[in-house]
C-alpha cells in the first residue's frame, strides 16, 4: 500500500531525527578519527621506508661477501700464478704470469675498495634506520593515546549508536528509494547536515529564509512534498509558535 505525504514525511522527518543524533555523536569525537587515520597513514609510511632501508642494507651485505668471494678467488689465483711462475721456461712466459699476478692483485685491490665503500653506507643506513625506527616508536606513542581516546568516546555512546543504527535501518525501509537518494544529496549538500526541515517562525529550519503565508499553508496540508525554494530542503511542516499570555495587570486598590 503507498504511503501517503504525511506519512512519507513523517517517515523522513523521523530519519532526519536519527541522523541528526548520529550527527552529534560522531561531532564528540572531534578531530580524533581523522588524527588517528593520519597517524596510522604516517606510520605506514614510515615502516615502508624502514623496509626499504633494510632492503638496501641487505643489498650491500651480499655485495660484500661477493667481493670477499672474488678476493679469495683472486688469492687463489695468485698462489697458482706464483707456482708457475717458478718453473716458467722462457722470458715470455714469465712476463704473461706477473702480468696475471698484477690484474688479480688489482681485482683484490678493487674488491677491498668496493667492500669499504659498501661497509661506510650500511652504517650510515643503519644510523639513518636506528633514527627513524626512534620516530616510528615516539608516533606509535601518540597513536595509542589518541586511540586511547577515541575508544573511550566511542564506549561512552556505543550501546546508543547501535540503537540509533538499528532504528536508521527500519526508518530506511518506510521510504522510497528515489526520497532517500534525495535526501541524501541534500543532506551531503548541507553544512548542518538538516535535509528535513520545520518552518520555525515564518522562516526555514535550514537556511532561515522566509516562508511566504501561502507556502506555510500548502506545507500545513502535507498533500505534496514542499521543498525551500532558496537551499532545496525538505520541508516536513510548521512549528507552531505557542504565544505566551500576558500577564494580567493588576487592579489598583482605591484608597
Do not use: W
Not at 96 to 116: F, H, N, P, R, W
Amino acid at each position: 500500500m503507498e504511503s501517503t505525504v504525511a506519512q512519507k514525511l513523517e517517515a523522513l522527518h523521523n530519519l532526519q531525527k536519527i541522523d541528526s543524533r548520529l550527527d552529534a555523536i560522531v561531532k564528540v569525537r572531534g578531530a580524533l578519527p581523522e588524527e588517528v587515520q593520519d597517524l596510522e597513514d604516517e606510520i605506514a609510511g614510515y615502516e615502508t621506508r624502514i623496509d626499504k632501508f633494510n632492503a638496501d642494507i641487505q643489498s650491500l651485505e651480499d655485495d660484500i661477501k661477493k667481493h670477499k668471494e672474488n678476493i679469495k678467488e683472486s688469492e687463489k689465483l695468485i698462489k697458482k700464478y706464483q707456482e708457475q711462475q717458478m718453473n716458467v721456461r722462457n722470458n715470455r712466459e714469465y712476463d704473461a704470469i706477473t702480468k696475471e699476478l698484477e690484474l688479480q692483485d688489482l681485482e683484490i685491490q678493487v674488491s677491498k675498495k668496493k667492500i669499504g665503500e659498501a661497509q661506510a653506507k650500511i652504517e650510515t643506513k643503519k644510523a639513518d634506520l636506528e633514527e627513524l625506527k626512534e620516530v616510528v616508536k615516539d608516533r606509535n606513542k601518540d597513536l595509542d593515546n589518541k586511540k586511547g581516546e577515541l575508544d573511550n568516546i566511542v564506549a561512552e555512546s556505543e550501546a546508543e549508536e547501535a540503537k540509533l543504527g538499528a532504528d536508521r535501518e527500519k526508518a530506511l525501509k518506510k521510504i522510497e528509494d528515489r526520497l532517500v537518494k534525495s535526501y541524501t544529496k541534500i543532506r551531503a549538500n548541507a553544512k548542518n547536515g538538516l535535509a528535513v526541515v520545520l518552518v520555525k517562525r515564518g522562516a526555514c529550519g535550514g537556511c532561515f529564509n522566509v516562508v511566504p503565508p501561502q507556502r506555510q499553508a500548502d506545507i500545513r496540508e502535507q498533500k505534496k512534498l514542499i521543498v525551500c525554494e532558496h537551499c532545496g530542503r525538505i520541508f516536513s511542516g510548521v512549528e507552531d509558535e505557542i504565544e505566551e499570555e500576558a500577564p494580567k495587570k493588576k487592579r489598583g486598590t482605591k484608597a
